[in-house]
T-cell receptor, first 113, second 112 residues
Framework: DAGVTQSPTHLIKTRGQQVTLRCSPKSGHDTVSWYQQALGQGPQFIFQYYEEEERQRGNFPDRFSGHQFPNYSSELNVNALLLGDSALYLC????????????FGSGTRLTVV | DQQVKQNSPSLSVQEGRISILNCDYTNSMFDYFLWYKKYPAEGPTFLISISSIKDKNEDGRFTVFLNKSAKHLSLHIVPSQPGDSAVYFCAASSNTGNQFYFGTGTSLTVIP
């Protein structure tokens, strides 16, 4: 039973570029949440997708956008990258929008130079 | 504003002894709490949870205690093992929300 799969594992981008991160949820899960974890900090909630719609959003600018596909997989897009966007991006999946039973992926390490 | 706080960035414990990791929260609407363990280059792994209707939950060597009046929870690991060395995150959510609020983590080192 595959857990949450995120790709790529590492990524280096230049300031101003755009990036797309991908997440496949755990089998049986239908909800995907994205978190940003800066160095030395705890993960911070970006947004959650359920039934292909953004259901809740954290305190992140519109440069951060997402999408959920009919197979429940999800993408996180970040436009106009800033140096401060360098972080570990974590995807968590769950069955339904509640947090219980959430499973986290290993993350994508994004470095903006 | 940090709604979940872990005030100890690091903790060192001898193998076999008890490890106690602490977490404080400010939002009285939080009703579900979790501890996650994170190894380097891996995502957080669920360890143990507790809902606000309980004050203690035990799973093997891991016990979480919740003091709602003090808005405080703690994770006890007994006995501590070298493999327990990791960063531990406390997280909280409310029954009206669908996101976790995480603390900044405590790095536990268990010395053999």
């Amino acid at each position: 039973d595959a857990g949450v799969t995120q790709s790529p594992t590492h990524l280096i981008k230049t300031r101003g570029q755009q990036v797309t991160l991908r997440c496949s949820p755990k089998s049986g899960h239908d909800t995907v949440s994205w978190y940003q974890q800066a160095l030395g900090q705890g993960p911070q909630f970006i947004f959650q997708y359920y039934e292909e719609e953004e259901r809740q959003r954290g305190n992140f600018p519109d440069r951060f956008s997402g999408h959920q596909f009919p197979n429940y997989s999800s993408e996180l897009n970040v436009n106009a990258l800033l140096l401060g966007d360098s972080a570990l991006y974590l995807c968590a999946s769950s069955l339904g929008v509640r947090t219980e039973g959430s499973t986290f992926g290993s993350g994508t390490r994004l470095t903006v130079v | 504003d940090q709604q979940v706080k872990q005030n100890s960035p690091s903790l060192s414990v001898q193998e076999g002894r008890i490890s106690i990791l602490n977490c404080d929260y400010t939002n009285s609407m939080f009703d579900y709490f979790l501890w996650y363990k994170k190894y380097p280059a891996e995502g957080p792994t669920f360890l143990i949870s507790i809902s606000s209707i309980k004050d203690k939950n035990e799973d093997g060597r891991f016990t979480v205690f919740l003091n709602k009046s003090a808005k405080h929870l703690s994770l006890h690991i007994v006995p501590s093992q070298p493999g327990d060395s990791a960063v531990y995150f406390c997280a909280a959510s409310s029954n009206t929300g669908n996101q976790f609020y995480f603390g900044t983590g405590t790095s536990l080192t268990v010395i053999p």
